[in-house]
């Protein structure tokens, strides 16, 4: 079993069960979905983030307990991550630096589409001199804003003004873009490749949990 971390508490059963069906075909093994409590707009901001940590670790443990071999932490800011695998002896894979290191080989320049004034670190730290523009929606504070009409072309229009600005593919450093599936609008209206964190973390999660040991490249 892999267990993975939803950070937004209010989901209903669909979207809760979304992330998870993104990347089912990726995994041999079966999905274990759980949402951290008590955080409606997930995390979008430092306190957000500092809440979600000892929830994350809580849920990550519980979910060992339960026999996942595997951790994935579906948010981009990848709350928990570190705290997680100093107390867990399963990988842990954090959507955010899986998304990012997947970006950096699908292209050289990268734009950042996202909810927050600022890149999260988990994503500025792998990505380095690569990220060459970021972008929010108008109108977008929170994953919950995503759910919006309106937003897919705002979105849409972000992501052409970073193909002008000079990005080669568009990581989404919001996993509430995979909810709404906008990586394929994305593709047809830039012609650049997309790399969304919950697929990413999910491949990773497929190459760490591929066999017994620990494998090596």
């Given at each position: 079993m892999?267990?993975?971390?939803?950070?937004?508490?209010?989901?209903?059963?669909?979207?809760?069960?979304?992330?998870?069906?993104?990347?089912?075909?990726?995994?041999?093994?079966?999905?274990r979905?759980?949402?951290i409590?008590?955080?409606?707009?997930?995390v979008?901001?430092?306190?957000?983030?500092?809440?979600?940590?000892?929830?994350?670790?809580d849920?990550?443990?519980a979910l060992?307990?339960?026999?996942?071999?595997?951790?994935?932490?579906?948010?981009?800011?990848?709350?928990?991550?570190?705290?997680?695998?100093?107390?867990?002896?399963?990988?842990?894979?954090?959507a955010?630096s899986?998304g990012?290191a997947?970006?950096?080989?699908?292209g050289?320049?990268?734009g950042?589409?996202?909810?927050?004034?600022?890149?999260?670190?988990?994503?500025?730290?792998v990505?380095?001199?690569?990220?060459?523009?970021?972008r929010?929606?108008?109108g977008?504070?929170?994953?919950?804003?995503?759910?919006?009409p309106?937003?897919?072309?705002?979105?849409?229009?972000?992501?052409?003004?970073?193909?002008?600005a000079?990005a080669e593919?568009i990581?989404?450093?919001?996993?509430?873009?995979?909810?709404?599936?906008?990586?394929?609008?994305?593709?047809?209206?830039?012609?650049?490749?997309v790399?969304?964190?919950?697929?990413?973390?999910?491949a990773?999660a497929?190459?760490?949990?591929s066999?017994?040991?620990?494998?090596?490249?």
């Amino acid at each position: 079993m892999i267990g993975l971390i939803r950070v937004v508490s209010t989901l209903d059963a669909a979207q809760l069960g979304s992330h998870a069906d993104a990347i089912a075909h990726l995994l041999s093994d079966e999905i274990r979905t759980v949402a951290i409590p008590d955080q409606p707009t997930g995390v979008h901001d430092d306190e957000t983030f500092a809440l979600a940590v000892p929830k994350v670790v809580d849920a990550g443990r519980a979910l060992v307990a339960e026999g996942a071999r595997a951790l994935i932490v579906s948010c981009a800011a990848d709350p928990g991550v570190p705290e997680l695998r100093k107390v867990v002896d399963v990988p842990v894979v954090g959507a955010g630096s899986a998304g990012a290191a997947l970006a950096l080989a699908a292209g050289g320049r990268v734009g950042v589409l996202g909810i927050t004034p600022e890149v999260p670190h988990a994503v500025t730290d792998v990505l380095g001199p690569a990220l060459v523009a970021d972008r929010v929606p108008d109108g977008v504070t929170s994953t919950l804003d995503l759910l919006r009409p309106e937003t897919r072309r705002r979105a849409l229009d972000a992501t052409e003004e970073m193909r002008q600005a000079g990005a080669e593919a568009i990581l989404f450093a919001c996993t509430g873009l995979t909810t709404i599936g906008l990586a394929q609008d994305v593709t047809e209206r830039t012609g650049l490749p997309v790399v969304d964190a919950v697929l990413a973390a999910g491949a990773v999660a497929a190459f760490l949990t591929s066999s017994p040991h620990q494998p090596t490249i």
